[in-house]
Nanobody
Framework: QVQFVESGGGLVQPGGSLRISCAAS????????MGWYRQAPGKGREWVAS???????FYAGSVKGRFTISRDNAKNTMYLQMNSLKPEDTAVYYC????????WGQGTQVTVSS
């Protein structure tokens, strides 16, 4: 079973930047479309961005132009560079395949606040 480990979250001021990472077991980045998801307090989990095996990227409208998804297959690691952060980006961020599997990591908390 694939295991995901998210890291790099923290507290950042509005307008700031943060890069979060996702490490996964096995070589799943090479054979799967991968995605970032987030869950804000009191809300359901939502899709944020995805990256397919051809290198094409896709973004939710709320983050397009501000977030960039990327991966390093050799390191089995995926990244989400987040710029121009807004308070509404506050959430726990998760990585998973697209479509999602049953196994989720613990997520990494991103808090955007002054």
């Amino acid at each position: 079973q694939v295991q995901f480990v998210e890291s790099g979250g923290g507290l950042v001021q509005p307008g700031g930047s943060l890069r979060i990472s996702c490490a996964a077991s096995g070589g799943i980045f090479n054979i799967n479309t991968m995605g970032w998801y987030r869950q804000a307090p009191g809300k359901g989990r939502e899709w944020v961005a995805s990256l397919n095996t051809f290198g094409s990227t896709f973004y939710a409208g709320s983050v397009k132009g501000r977030f960039t998804i990327s991966r390093d297959n050799a390191k089995n690691t995926m990244y989400l560079q987040m710029n121009s952060l807004k308070p509404e980006d506050t959430a726990v961020y998760y990585c998973n395949t697209v479509p999602t599997g049953d196994s989720w990591g613990q997520g990494t908390q991103v808090t955007v606040s002054s």
